[in-house]
């Protein structure tokens, strides 16, 4: 059985940092395409970071978040970071982990997600 956890959510200020882990089970991080994403009340789920399985570790980010955030991946410890820097209102939202076979902006093309953790950050 797969499951992603996420962790690492919380309240902050705006200009903090938080870092969110994504710990994997049932499945190996390193061969799969691991995403996150975000959704904000009232607004629908959207992209926020994508990191490839290959060597290189490619990745993708959203125009928004792009220069603030980091994604990366410990294969030893089976495990998603989002590092997330100055961190502003319009960041809050429920942040998931997912994971699929597909490089993809999509949400629809992610097969397994996690329960998602609240970053709320406040003026």
């Known amino acids: 059985q797969v499951q992603l956890v996420e962790s690492g959510g919380g309240l902050v200020q705006a200009g903090g940092s938080l870092r969110l882990s994504c710990s994997a089970s049932?499945?190996?991080?390193?061969?799969?395409?691991m995403a996150w994403f975000r959704q904000a009340p009232t607004k629908r789920r959207e992209f926020v970071a994508a990191?490839?399985?290959?060597?290189?570790?490619?990745?993708d980010y959203a125009d928004s978040v792009r220069g603030r955030f980091t994604i990366s991946r410990d294969n030893a410890a089976n495990t998603v970071y989002l590092q997330m820097n100055s961190l502003s209102p319009e960041d809050t939202a429920v942040y998931y982990c997912?994971?699929?076979?597909?490089?993809?902006?999509?949400?629809?093309?992610?097969?397994?997600w996690g329960q998602g953790t609240q970053v709320t950050a406040s003026q």
């Open positions: 997912a994971a699929g076979r597909a490089w993809s902006r999509w949400e629809s093309t992610y097969n397994y």
């Open positions: 990191i490839q399985w290959t060597p290189d570790r490619a990745t």
């Open positions: 049932g499945l190996f991080v390193g061969g799969y395409i």
